[in-house]
């Protein structure tokens, strides 16, 4: 290797801190207002491209980690202990003041799973390095001409993309654009520590400048699609602030301190700058700079103080595993607390007799329910009910009755009556659930011109359903509130949520709807009403059950 170069490929090994110290700087330049002040906006407006430089500083550090006597568990574990502490802190902070998360938002959001799967996410980057730090030790196995032949079929399509098809997903673009600049890092440490010379890297350099020059005129007045043209800049930026480390020392204490705590700036900005786009907060660009640094640097200093000791890699391994339990019971609950799919209104039968028919939908309460009303007729109008219900079921499996059980309806009843609820309280599945339920269940009775009943849930001891369910259960039930946002078997919540959402999706004048309080105000207290479970009615409670939805009926058949 030559030693008489005003730079060497050593020089970025050397100087690999202070690079990403400068390319925080810019992106927070960027971020920050600072592309309005002349003459620093020049320079800021292109503050994107310190992400390119954090890509291939990326690529050539872990080549090097990768070369260590350690094995690829180490490898993983050290990456998953630098990142997700940081990324969950300010996550915490994030889903509080700024996304209003749910626990289930923001395991989704903070796991990077919602990235990968069109959900909510933070951001594209940290998703991004996680995914490159996954495939690094087999994209090192590949050959030079093999990792340039990659880089430059992505560059490619990245261009198509772009040039042909107008590609709207720029997050996800934002990556597959970058892989070359993480890829092109791999290459310049191989040949470093083959003690090649600098040839090949100028070599590349002045090949990318002209591509560059080509490139920058058709995309710059495209905002999100300049920052491929850039790329091709970033061997002449690498080689800028690389001189500046090498040269102008006085500032390489602090650029190297700012580029250790990378990580946690790059969160922290990206947390103040939403924070003052949703509040709209007056800003001072500096002093706000000053405070990211500062908060940031700290806890890069205090993360790095905990993960001295070798005690911390136990319990990060065990909030780690702990993130992931919840995350795939997470995925298992999904379906349970994701509402039912609307479906198309099937055809009904018209009926010309003067028969009043009453359908009735729902759970163990219909599924118990005697075969027959106490009135057999309203103002001289024969009476038929027909019931269809399971026990144990939800609205959502409900709401699926009526397609399933179709026959009832396709009559069709001139009334329906849904009752259903207290199972969705018993699992904890939450009111958006229930409400939405409800929502489709209304919307296809009047669809099929068919008077919907909605009978409020009643009051019902779940405290003893809950004390009789094994430990485990429990858990997980008070999860489930926890993800959901509902309270523990909190029945008057639902009640309260369904009228009010009723009412604002304007349902609620066109359905009969029976407060509880109206035939029983005392719930499973009651107990003349209710069997030993205090759950289901007897014969008494359908009775006087019965005996306030025929009053109901014949009030609005004749008001």
Request: charged share 15%; hydrophobic share 45%.
């Amino acid at each position: 290797m030559k030693q008489n170069s005003i730079m060497q490929l050593k020089d970025i090994s050397i100087y690999r801190s202070e690079l990403m110290g400068w390319a925080i700087l810019w992106i927070m330049m960027l971020h920050f207002g600072f592309s309005t002040i002349w003459p620093l906006g020049f320079i800021a407006q292109y503050g994107y491209a310190g992400v390119d430089i954090f890509m291939f500083v990326s690529g050539f550090g872990l080549f090097f980690s990768l070369d260590k006597k350690t094995s690829l568990w180490d490898f993983y574990l050290r990456r998953i202990v630098r990142i997700f502490p940081a990324y969950y802190m300010v996550g915490i902070i994030a889903s509080l003041l700024i996304f209003h998360d749910s626990l289930f938002q923001y395991l989704f959001r903070y796991s990077t799973i919602g990235f990968w799967t069109g959900g909510v996410f933070n951001d594209w980057y940290v998703p991004s390095i996680i995914l490159l730090y996954l495939f690094s030790p087999f994209l090192k196995r590949i050959r030079i001409i093999g990792q340039a032949i990659l880089a430059f079929l992505l560059l490619v399509v990245s261009y198509l993309l772009v040039d042909l098809y107008e590609v709207i997903d720029s997050e996800h673009y934002f990556l597959l654009y970058r892989i070359p600049a993480f890829l092109y890092g791999m290459i310049c440490a191989r040949w470093f520590q083959q003690e090649k010379d600098m040839g090949w890297y100028f070599l590349i350099l002045l090949l990318c400048v002209p591509i560059f020059v080509w490139l920058y005129p058709q995309f710059h007045h495209v905002y999100r699609y300049k920052y491929l043209s850039v790329l091709f800049m970033m061997p002449v930026f690498i080689c800028f602030f690389a001189l500046i480390s090498k040269y102008v020392k006085i500032l390489n204490p602090v650029m190297r301190r700012l580029g250790q705590a990378s990580l946690e700036v790059y969160l922290t900005q990206g947390l103040f700058f939403c924070l003052i786009v949703k509040y709209m907060l007056i800003r001072s660009d500096i002093l706000t700079i000053a405070l990211i640094i500062l908060c940031s640097v700290s806890s890069y200093c205090l993360h790095e103080t905990l993960q001295r000791k070798r005690s911390f890699y136990i319990p990060s391994i065990v909030a780690y595993l702990f993130i992931a339990t919840c995350i795939w019971y997470i995925i298992k609950w999904q379906p349970m607390i994701t509402p039912a799919q609307s479906r198309p209104v099937y055809e009904t039968m018209t009926q010309y007799d003067d028969t009043l028919r009453i359908a009735m939908y729902g759970d163990s309460w219909v599924g118990m329910h005697p075969e027959a009303l106490p009135d057999s007729a309203i103002n001289g109008s024969p009476l038929l009910l027909q019931t269809c219900g399971r026990g144990g079921i939800k609205s959502g499996e409900v709401y699926e009755l009526m397609f399933t059980n179709r026959q009832y309806l396709q009559t069709p009843p001139q009334y329906c009556v849904v009752i259903a609820g207290i199972n969705d309280a018993i699992a904890n599945v939450g009111s958006h659930y229930y409400c939405r339920n409800y929502e489709l269940i209304i919307k296809h009775l009047l669809a099929c011109n068919i008077h919907p009943v909605v009978i409020e849930i009643p009051d019902v001891d779940l405290k003893n359903v809950y004390l009789k369910k094994p430990f485990k259960d429990r858990v997980c039930d008070a999860c489930r509130a926890l993800i959901t946002t509902s309270g523990m078997y909190d029945i008057s919540g639902y009640r309260k949520d369904l009228y009010n959402y009723l009412n604002e999706k304007n349902l609620l004048d066109s359905v009969l709807y029976i407060n509880k309080d109206f035939w029983n105000s005392n719930g499973y207290r009651n107990e003349s009403l209710y069997l030993k479970d205090k759950i289901h009615l007897n014969k008494e409670g359908y009775r006087k059950l019965d005996s306030c939805l025929i009053r109901v009926i014949e009030k609005d058949m004749f008001d």
